[in-house]
Nanobody, 124 residues
Framework: QVQLVESGGGLVQAGGSLRLSCAAS???????????MGWFRQAPGKEREFVAR????????DYPDSVKGRFTISRENAKNTVWLQMNSLNPEDTAVYYC??????????????WGQGTQVTVSS
């Protein structure tokens, strides 16, 4: 029903920036604008970690302390796309980054759809 494709990952030096994109393809009748979108990451040997979310109703954003002030999530509903701008990257940000979408009218406590992930590697 909802397919998510991330892009924009790569290798960057510490202190640098990357912008991740997540493009959604939706089945007929499904909407993007009514879904909360989130970004997560998973480093080798670690559990998946919440990174950011943007709610569908009003666009409120939330971040954990580990990325607050460095990462910014945004969306453009007309393009079915969500972005994650990552600044001041450090080696601890190295992980596979995943985009996720809630069911319609979800507020981000659960996500029903996931992308395949994009690798972000930050060198020291």
């Amino acid at each position: 029903q909802v397919q998510l494709v991330e892009s924009g990952g790569g290798l960057v030096q510490a202190g640098g920036s990357l912008r991740l994109s997540c493009a959604a393809s939706l089945a007929s009748g499904r909407t993007f604008s009514t879904r909360t979108m989130g970004w997560f990451r998973q480093a080798p040997g670690k559990e998946r970690e919440f990174v950011a979310r943007i709610l569908w109703n009003g666009g409120r954003t939330d971040y954990p302390d580990s990325v607050k002030g460095r990462f910014t999530i945004s969306r453009e509903n007309a393009k079915n796309t969500v972005w994650l701008q990552m600044n001041s990257l450090n080696p601890e940000d190295t992980a596979v980054y995943y985009c996720a979408a809630s069911r319609e009218y979800g507020l981000g406590s659960q996500y029903a759809y996931w992308g395949q992930g994009t690798q972000v590697t930050v060198s020291s």
